[in-house]
């Protein structure tokens, strides 16, 4: 069985700081991770996902992330935030070579609030 | 195009009430899935379809009756509803690992 957990609820931040959200995951077999944002009343879309190959991931409008196996994280980051990007962002898992509807496994969400 | 169109963006309905959620993309995606999001949780899978077949159900209760009529459309049949059915519906789909495009969901108000 897998779990994710995303360590913060809620991440509240001023607009052009740096900021991390993160994710830990648990699997006893090889995952592909994820992120994905959700906007006000819209559906999700991936940032970014990590499948093999190099640890860090650069995603869509500036998000990055790096894989820890030894530490079972995903942690995504951004340099400089915009109000923008005020959102809510989940982490998720499947596993890895699985067929192509293997299920995602998400984390409890962690909302980005970017203040003026 | 690449896109996930949902049908309608919002539903109201009573207990009693027949009524169904429409889902399309033309992107040529083999996946489609059905998701149920309450406030502030994470989407949680109630169905995918492979191939136009059913291939996971998630336990989820006979009122919600899922119908893939072919690759490009996805429906979600609904019949006796309970108020805690209320909640933001999403469709997805999918082919390549892990790149689930998602719709804009229908917010659904059981009363």
């Known amino acids: 069985a897998q779990s994710v957990t995303q360590l913060d609820s809620q991440v509240p931040v001023f607009e052009e700081a740096p900021v991390e959200l993160r994710c830990n995951y648990s699997s006893s077999v090889s995952v592909y991770l994820f992120w994905y944002v959700q906007y006000p009343n819209q559906g999700l879309q991936l940032l970014l996902k990590y499948l093999s190959g190099s640890t860090l991931v650069k995603g869509i409008n500036g998000f990055e992330a790096e894989f820890n196996k030894s530490q079972t994280s995903f942690h995504l980051r951004k340099p400089s935030v915009h109000i923008s990007d005020t959102a809510e962002y989940f982490c998720?898992?499947?596993?890895?070579?699985?067929?192509?509807?293997?299920?995602?496994?998400f984390g409890q969400g962690t909302t980005l609030q970017v203040k003026p | 195009d690449t896109e996930v169109t949902q049908t309608p963006k919002h539903l109201v309905m009573g207990m009693t009430n027949k009524k169904s959620l429409k889902c399309e993309q033309h992107?040529?995606?083999?996946?489609m899935y059905w998701y149920k999001q309450k406030a502030k949780k994470p989407p949680e899978l109630m169905f995918v379809y492979s191939y136009e077949k059913l291939s996971i159900n998630e336990s989820v209760p006979s009122r919600f009756s899922p119908e893939c009529p072919n690759s490009s459309l996805l429906n979600l049949h609904l019949h006796a509803l309970q108020p805690e059915d209320s909640a933001l519906y999403l469709c997805a789909s999918s082919q390549e690992v892990g790149k689930q495009y998602f719709g804009p969901g229908t917010r659904l108000t059981v009363t």
């Open positions: 998720a898992v499947r596993t890895a070579y699985s067929s192509n509807t293997g299920k995602l496994i």
């Open positions: 992107m040529g995606h083999r996946a």
